[in-house]
């Protein structure tokens, strides 16, 4: 132990925090890879909303609940009005004219649940 007989010992404080430091950062940057789930993800895109789901986990918003829809020239972001947000990747489409339709439908069906019908 670090204490011993009431006495703090700052080299064996030290020695374990040189061993304990390194391995929670080690842990830490391998848990993304524990957790990658290869399987494909499969996005749906409609009028109402979108659904995504990936092995047995699935989600979905209404265009409501989508508080902005943003782009860069890599990714495409929707952001949920709890600032969730689900990124398209570029290599997600065929090319860019798809990726730049997708965009287009997605706005338009956004823009349409906030205007009064």
């Known amino acids: 132990m670090a204490i011993q007989d009431g006495e703090f010992q700052l ?9 304990v430091a390194p391995t929670l ?6 848990w993304p890879q524990v957790a990658f789930k290869s399987q494909e993800r499969l996005l749906e895109v409609g009028p109402e909303g979108w659904s995504t789901s990936i092995a047995k986990k699935s989600g979905s918003r209404t265009w409501r ?3 902005s829809i943003r782009s860069n020239d890599e990714i495409i972001f929707i952001v949920s009005t709890s600032g ?8 997600a489409f065929q090319n860019g004219i798809s990726r730049e339709a997708f965009l287009a439908d997605i706005r338009h069906w956004h823009g349409s649940c906030a205007s009064p019908t």
Not at 11 to 19: A, G, N
Not at 25 to 30: E, I, P, R, T
Not at 84 to 91: E, G, H, S, V, Y
Request: charged share 15%.
């Open 11 to 19: 080299s064996k404080f030290l020695l374990r925090f040189l061993w």
């Open 65 to 67: 609940m989508v508080g």
């Open 25 to 30: 950062v080690g842990l830490m940057a391998a």
């Open 84 to 91: 969730n947000a689900l990124l398209i990747p570029k290599r």
